[in-house]
């Protein structure tokens, strides 16, 4: 008699776990269920409630029973075959045969969202989480057919709570930016692109919306100087740098010269000029440039490495090795101020000093062709001939290298 009130104590029990997990699995529970209710133990009903508690947060597909998994495998394929209306028809089947499978539940809801149909993929995805609060990756697809709706602010809560399970979907990053956007927090938008962008730096959807924001804040920002005064010296030597950064070096040289004749000693400004003539090999004027920028700080390490580079250039080796040094005084770490010494020296006609310079820049950058070709040089008018082959054989293979990367660029870039 007790053992029958306890059995049809299991409606829910025989109607829905019987048809979701093994026989095996199923007798358990109803075993222990049985034990508790005839014997009244607290350890026992304890251990009853971890075992439904295990078993019902989260349901493995191997756990469902074979009609299930055949109506799921059946809906794949007719999703495969984009017949949604019958996939739709056996995630249908497949829940009234296990109403509160989160599983089943959120496919159906990803295929409803499929269909634009978020406020039906909404509900069955809260119905999953009201059954299993982190059952993996249904947050993420609903806080997605939130977006979908327009609700954003819910849509961030969705991604948050997504964010807060072991293994959040892969794209949440993403759109919770997206969310952030609308919601026009911008700051924590890029915050959120940039988390995106660690898990996979070359997605292109999300460099994209970054470079869309910082242009979007970059083009405030100048609309603003400009309300404020059209010829001031910021907008000029702001626009100056953005032409700078499109490689439009004619129109930054008009607007680092405006911003100049506004404010004559605005310290960066001649360096910025002699960056653009350098970058049109108007090596004069850019040497200019670059002398009245020493004036304003004589250890830079690029104006010190820019001029060695002219004099190096122009043959003028002694010249040169006073700012190179200076270059690579301010970084060490830096293989070009080495090569260019090395270079100098052998000008000079001092090998060792040259071969010095040149073995500390391959040790700071083992790539560069040049530097093992003149090293190859060097030991040969040396007379070690077995260096000298050493440092060509490492430069033809280089070579070699880089010209193999150059026709795979080529082949490989659309026409």
Same mark, same amino acid.
């Given at each position: ?110 295929? !409803? ?19 299993? $609060? ?69 997605? $292109?959807?999300?460099? !994209? ?61 001649? !360096? ?12 004069? $004027? ?36 006073? !700012? ?92």
């Amino acid at each position: 008699m007790e053992e029958e009130k306890a059995i049809e104590g299991l409606p829910t029990l025989k109607h829905g776990l019987m048809k979701s997990f093994s026989a095996l699995i199923y007798a358990v529970i109803v075993r222990l269920w049985l034990i508790a209710m005839l014997s009244r133990s607290s350890v026992l009903n304890r251990c009853l409630i971890v075992c439904w508690i295990v078993l019902g947060v989260s349901q493995p597909l191997s756990g469902l029973s074979s009609d299930v998994k055949s109506l799921l495998e059946q809906a794949r394929a007719y999703e495969k075959a984009e017949d949604y209306e019958g996939a739709a028809r056996s995630y249908r089947q497949a829940l009234t045969l296990t109403p509160d499978d989160p599983e089943v539940l959120k496919r159906l809801g990803i295929l !409803y969202q499929t269909e634009l149909k978020f406020r039906e993929s909404i509900e069955l995805f809260e119905r999953a989480l009201s059954i299993s $609060a982190r059952y993996p990756e249904v947050n993420f697809f609903l806080g997605a057919s939130n977006l979908g709706l327009n609700q954003f602010q819910r849509a961030t809560e969705c991604f948050r709570a997504e964010l807060s399970t072991p293994k959040p979907h892969p794209r949440c990053h993403y759109y919770y930016a997206i969310a952030l956007v609308s919601l026009g927090r911008a700051d924590d938008a890029i915050a959120q692109f940039n988390l995106s962008l660690t898990r996979n730096p070359k997605d $292109a959807d999300t460099l !994209y919306q970054l470079g869309r924001l910082h242009m979007n804040a970059s083009l405030e920002i100048i609309q603003r100087l400009t309300d404020l005064d059209p010829d001031s010296f910021q907008l000029h030597a702001l626009i100056g740098e953005v032409y700078a950064n499109n490689k439009r070096y004619e129109d930054s040289l008009k607007e680092y010269r405006a911003a100049l004749a506004k404010r004559p000693g605005a310290p960066g400004i001649h !360096y910025a000029l002699g960056v653009a003539y350098r970058n049109l090999k108007q090596i004069d $004027a850019a040497e200019k440039e670059f002398l009245e920028a020493l004036r304003e700080d004589p250890q830079d390490f690029r104006v010190n490495l820019y001029l060695g580079e002219f004099a190096v250039g122009r043959g003028n080796y002694a010249g040169a090795i006073d !700012y190179l040094r200076v270059a690579s005084a301010a970084q060490p770490g830096a293989a070009r101020p080495h090569f260019l010494l090395g270079k100098s020296y052998h000008g000079l006609k001092d090998l060792e000093k040259a071969k010095a310079e040149l073995l500390i820049a391959t040790a700071v950058d083992s790539n560069d062709t040049e530097t093992h070709f003149l090293l190859a040089k060097v030991y040969r008018e040396q007379g070690d001939t077995k260096s000298s082959a050493r440092e060509m054989e490492e430069f033809q293979r280089l070579s070699l290298a880089e010209k193999a990367k150059v026709y795979e660029r080529a082949r490989t870039t659309p026409q």
